[in-house]
Every structure is written in C-alpha cells, then in structure tokens.
C-alpha cells in the first residue's frame, strides 16, 4: 500500500512557474514507477508524465514536452513536477499517482487527493 500527498499548488500567471511535490508512504513506495495526472473541468483525467523507479526513463504528454520536468529523489519517496512557461490550458487538478509502468496511463494504482493549479492569462 502506497499513499500519496500533493503539495505546491496555486495560482500563476501565464509564464510563470511551479514546482509540485508528491511525498509517498509505505515499505516499498521508491520502488514504484511514479507519475503525474492532471484532470480539468468537464474533461477526463489524463496523464502528464512518468517516471520510472530508477529515474532512468521518463514520459511526458506533447502537450508539456519542454516545459515541465519530472524528477524523483527516492531516499526522500518524493517526486517532484517542475511547470514552466505555463499556459492557461494547463489549469487543472493535478495528481500524483504510482503504479507499475511508467508510460501506461493505466498502470497506475495508488492516487494522491490533487492540487489545484491555476493559469492566469
């Protein structure tokens, strides 16, 4: 069992930057592939990014390829989501997530409660 908390949410101007922050729990949490989905008004969950338990191999939606960052410090289980250059169409909840495969949006077993993010234009 993993259990996931969310921090680093808020409001930004369009430009601007955040850093989201994902603290996991449990024996075996570094050893999971590890995350982000983000969900917005009326429109389904989808996932950003992922990375893999080694921090070897990484995946990220063409919509924020460039512009955000995933990374994972595991002697800490945290994961981080470092957003620049944010737009207004990337507003939404965003969740941590672990699970098995880090590129299969549906491999993905434990959530955290999301973060709202906000983009300002």
């Known amino acids: 069992q993993v259990q996931l908390v969310e921090s680093g949410g808020g409001l930004v101007q369009a430009g601007g930057s955040l850093r989201l922050s994902c603290a996991a729990s449990?024996?075996?949490?570094?050893?999971?592939?590890m995350g982000w989905f983000r969900q917005a008004p009326g429109k389904e969950r989808e996932i950003v990014t992922g990375?893999?338990?080694?921090?070897?191999?990484?995946y990220y939606a063409d919509s924020v390829k460039g512009r955000f960052s995933i990374s994972r410090e595991n002697a800490k289980n945290t994961v981080y989501l470092q957003m620049n250059s944010l737009k207004p169409e990337d507003t939404a909840v965003y969740y941590c997530?672990?699970?098995?495969?880090?590129?299969?949006?549906?491999?993905?077993?434990?959530w955290g409660q999301g973060t709202q993010v906000t983009v300002s234009s």
């Open positions: 997530a672990a699970g098995r495969y880090y590129n299969d949006a549906g491999g993905y077993n434990y």
């Open positions: 449990g024996r075996t949490a570094s050893s999971y592939a």
């Open positions: 990375i893999n338990w080694t921090a070897e191999r990484t």
